[in-house]
T-cell receptor, first 116, second 113 residues
Framework: GAVVSQHPSWVICKSGTSVKIECRSL??????MFWYRQFPKQSLMLMATSNEGSKATYEQGVEKDKFLINHASLTLSTLTVTSAHPEDSSFYIC????????????FGPGTRLTVL | GNSVTQMEGPVTLSEEAFLTINCTYTATGYPSLFWYVQYPGEGLQLLLK?????DKGSNKGFEATYRKETTSFHLEKGSVQVSDSAVYFCALTTNSGNTPLVFGKGTRLSVIA
């Protein structure tokens, strides 16, 4: 149990376009999902915390108008990178926290975004 | 605030060598501690965890003991394999609500045959 999927696993897009990444908890309900960004050979940087039915909480320095997060249900959160630029190229990872029990997060496999 | 410090890599070991990756933390209250592993091109997988002082997490031959007195959670394995080559992240979170994980910078391990 406790499987989190991400789609797509990789995407290449042109500069100026928007890209949507989905994060789904497949076999549990997740009131909270987190979005991280990882640069090559670096640690994960928390971008935002997403709670079902409410606005996401963004970390300092993360542009909320550029990285749109929607958490419409207890099993789905989406991250949309708007007007993508090459510097947005990165590995985006989501995680989901169960509604009950120990505060443990389950990670998706990540989405590699390349902006040309 | 909460923070995690882990030894910088890369670490290169021969197969069957003993592995230690140091991790210390700073936190308010009593955090839960985790080790995650990331294989090339993949997301993070939980390797082991400990939720209170003196707990020992173990999985796949890896162990780590929650040491409150030294605020440490060092990762150890008695005999590494080539397949253990990956990046290892130490992390913590508080038990109050759905708070995000705080990660260390990661330690890259390469095991050579």
């Amino acid at each position: 149990g406790a499987v989190v999927s991400q789609h797509p696993s990789w995407v290449i897009c042109k500069s100026g376009t928007s890209v949507k990444i989905e994060c789904r908890s497949l076999d549990f309900q997740a009131t909270t999902m987190f979005w991280y960004r990882q640069f090559p050979k670096q640690s994960l940087m928390l971008m935002a915390t997403s709670n079902e039915g409410s606005k996401a909480t963004y970390e300092q320095g993360v542009e909320k108008d550029k990285f749109l997060i929607n958490h419409a249900s207890l099993t789905l959160s989406t991250l949309t990178v708007t007007s993508a630029h090459p510097e947005d190229s990165s590995f985006y990872i989501c995680s989901a926290s169960r509604t009950s029990g120990i505060n443990e997060q389950f990670f998706g496999p990540g989405t590699r975004l390349t902006v040309l | 605030g909460n923070s995690v410090t882990q030894m910088e890599g890369p670490v290169t070991l021969s197969e069957e060598a003993f592995l230690t990756i140091n991790c210390t933390y700073t936190a308010t209250g009593y955090p839960s501690l985790f080790w995650y592993v990331q294989y090339p091109g993949e997301g993070l997988q939980l390797l082991l965890k400990a939720t209170k002082a003196d707990d020992k997490g173990s999985n796949k031959g890896f162990e780590a003991t929650y040491r409150k007195e030294t605020t440490s959670f060092h990762l150890e394995k008695g005999s590494v394999q080539v397949s253990d080559s990956a990046v290892y992240f130490c992390a913590l979170t508080t038990n109050s609500g759905n708070t995000p994980l705080v990660f260390g910078k990661g330690t890259r391990l390469s095991v050579i045959a």
